[in-house]
């Protein structure tokens, strides 16, 4: 069976990669904050907006391609960063960076990577982005932000929704940690996914490669507490100052869920405002981000790029995030779910797959440009939309 046919959608991925995960890893992806009521309202409210399709209408060729900071994109989504990624695969982030640079969207590395950013860069090329969290030490932030630079990655994104690590039962309960710890559910669980095992075991557990070179302590454990020491604290205003110093190009800040905060990062100079609640794993009862972007897009005017992520894993929920303003959406466990279920190919599965139900979304519905979309194509789904 052809792969498209096998995993039409990224919750037939999702499903494949459940049945090949340890429990532990999928419920590392998988899993939200406390009661998990933001992660799941994510989904409900983008599912809930209505678009009336139009079919008397002018028809000209498909274009999705993106200007996003001066560079043109293929495709109107990219990649989100994700931590601890190859605990899904073997070096998932050159894997993200490979399926990036070929589908030709924006991927992005994360602080608590287990690559190296110069591999991933290299690999990612032209379509490397590094994400940032503000580690405690100031020589550490400075210098992720030159290697970040030196390497090529095209934009910084500074996240600043983890002021404190997300309250995750699943984590607790399976007592997620790196060096992972061995006790008989662990190994019970391992044994029973091999391909996962065998993987895994051939190159070795993963572990925070960028951030472990400043660990004291270079054992697997070493580097862990350094990392959980340096991140998971509120970013202050200094910081965000310091970082628009040192970074020479574009600035996104991510976990925008405030129209103040926009307008504050906005003022200290940033250029992009991701409007994300970190697929819902950081404050439960934070609102979805659908239902807060079009007020912040109104808010921003032409002042920055903005751009949204959580809850996103198909074409159409792309296109109605840029019918309510946004100039580009990320996604991240869809990716993830490829990764899991496919292996190093599912990424690029997972691209290509957004990309077709985008196009025929937009057929579907009467437009042939991304430009055209805007809020006069949303409709009802129990809310009153301004339109543009
Ligand atoms: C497993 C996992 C790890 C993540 N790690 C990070 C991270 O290291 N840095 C970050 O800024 N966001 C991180 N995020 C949040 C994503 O960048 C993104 O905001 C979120 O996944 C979007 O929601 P979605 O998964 O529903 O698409 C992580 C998300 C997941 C699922």
Request: proline share 6%.
């Amino acid at each position: 069976m052809r792969q498209a046919n096998r995993y039409p959608s990224v919750d037939h991925l999702h499903r494949a990669a459940k049945k090949r995960l340890p429990k532990f890893s999928y419920d590392y992806v998988d899993g939200g904050t406390g009661p998990e009521v933001g992660k799941n309202l994510n989904r409900s409210a983008i599912e809930a907006i209505k678009m009336a399709p139009r079919y008397v209408v002018e028809r000209k060729p498909i274009n999705m391609k993106t200007e996003l900071f001066g560079r043109t994109y293929a495709k109107p989504f990219g990649i989100a960063p994700m931590g601890l990624a190859s605990l899904q695969w073997p070096n998932a982030e050159l894997h993200f960076a490979r399926a990036g640079k070929a589908a030709d969207i924006p991927v992005t590395l994360s602080t608590a990577c287990t690559v190296d950013i110069e591999q991933f860069a290299a690999a990612g090329g032209d379509n490397a982005w590094y994400q940032l969290y503000p580690p405690k030490d100031e020589e550490v932030n400075d210098d992720l932000i030159k290697r970040a630079q030196d390497s090529g990655c095209k934009a910084l994104m500074v996240t600043v929704d983890v002021p404190a690590r997300g309250w995750r039962p699943r984590d607790m309960y399976n007592g997620l940690a790196v060096p992972p710890r061995i006790s008989a559910a662990t190994i019970w669980n391992a044994a029973m996914r091999p391909h996962w095992s065998l993987a895994t075991l051939a190159s070795g557990f993963p572990h925070f490669k960028t951030l472990g070179k400043y660990a004291p302590d270079k054992s697997m454990r070493g580097m862990a507490n350094f990392v959980s020491e340096q991140l998971g604290q509120p970013t202050s205003i200094d910081r965000l100052k310091r970082i628009r110093d040192k970074w020479k190009g574009d600035l996104i800040i991510k976990g925008v869920m405030h129209p103040d905060d926009a307008t504050a990062a906005i003022d200290l100079g940033y250029n992009g405002i991701l409007v994300s609640n970190h697929g819902g794993r950081q404050l439960d009862a934070a609102p979805s981000s659908i239902e807060v972007l079009p007020e912040i897009v109104d808010v921003v005017g032409d002042r920055a790029t903005v751009m949204v992520d959580s809850g996103f894993s198909n074409g159409l929920d792309v296109m109605k995030a840029l019918a309510l303003g946004a100039d580009f959406v990320f996604c991240g466990r869809a990716f993830m779910w490829g990764l899991g279920a496919m292996g190093p190919s599912g990424p690029g599965h997972v691209a290509d797959m957004l990309a077709s139900e985008l196009e025929l979304q937009m057929i579907q519905l009467g437009v042939s440009d991304i430009a055209e979309l805007d809020r006069s194509w949303i409709t009802g789904g129990g809310r009153e939309w301004p339109n543009n």
